[in-house]
T-cell receptor
Framework: QQQVKQSPQSLIVQKGGISIINCAYE??????FPWYQQFPGKGPALLIA?????SEKKEGRFTISFNKSAKQFSLHIMDSQPGDSATYFC????????????FGKGTKLTVNP | KAGVTQTPRYLIKTRGQQVTLSCSPI?????VSWYQQTPGQGLQFLFE???????NKGNFPGRFSGRQFSNSRSEMNVSTLELGDSALYLC????????????FGPGTRLTVT
């Protein structure tokens, strides 16, 4: 049972363009939604995160949009750069005492120069 | 502040052997979680420790076990290794407060032959 569905699987964007990655979840107990960036040979790095009480969060070129009623959230990367080429994972954590994250399958982003 | 460290970084074992992986969390972090990352299954939660107690466990066989020490360092053990255990094993630490942020180490690449 995949609790967090991520799309697309891969994405190619030109330098300066906007990259958009979407995620949908099923479990209404989720109350924390982080995005991670992973380069080959490295561990995932926390990029940005949001909680359901806000609809949007922006940090630099990275923005999370959150739609609680649709149970969807997305990552927007503005002015995409070749250095942004990596695999991006959305995740979700349920409220309660556990730190367990449920991850999407990942999106491999390639930004062409 | 130093990040999450994992040792060893690479490991090659044969089927039937057992292996122990180590994780040192960020100083002050009391929660440690372990994840298995494979191309087919993505990032899957193994278990989580807080104050030396296992707080949550994923859907993995009993061959996978772990523990946490009083200094918050954690180890995971896999006994009777199978070819399918080949994966990147990631450790993540957090303060385990309302902050929620989890930070990953670089992982241990385990190859079972």
């Amino acid at each position: 049972q995949q609790q967090v569905k991520q799309s697309p699987q891969s994405l190619i964007v030109q330098k300066g363009g906007i990259s958009i990655i979407n995620c949908a979840y099923e479990n209404t107990a989720f109350d924390y939604f982080p995005w991670y960036q992973q380069f080959p040979g490295k561990g995932p790095a926390l990029l940005i995160a949001i909680r359901p009480d806000v609809s949007e969060k922006k940090e630099g070129r990275f923005t999370i949009s959150f739609n609680k009623s649709a149970k969807q959230f997305s990552l927007h990367i503005m002015d995409s750069q070749p250095g942004d080429s990596a695999t991006y994972f959305c995740a979700a954590k349920a409220q309660g005492g556990s730190e367990k994250l449920v991850f999407g399958k990942g999106t491999k982003l390639t930004v062409n120069p | 502040k130093a990040g999450v460290t994992q040792t060893p970084r690479y490991l090659i074992k044969t089927r039937g052997q057992q292996v122990t992986l180590s994780c040192s969390p960020i100083s002050g972090h009391r929660s440690v979680s372990w994840y298995q990352q494979t191309p087919g299954q993505g990032l899957q939660f193994l278990f989580e420790y807080f104050s030396e107690t296992q707080r949550n466990k994923g859907n993995f066989p009993g061959r996978f076990s772990g523990r946490q020490f009083s200094n918050s360092r954690s180890e995971m053990n896999v006994s009777t290794l199978e070819l399918g255990d080949s994966a990147l094993y990631l450790c993540a630490s957090s303060l385990s407060t309302l902050g929620y942020e989890q930070y990953f180490g670089p992982g241990t690449r385990l190859t079972v032959t």
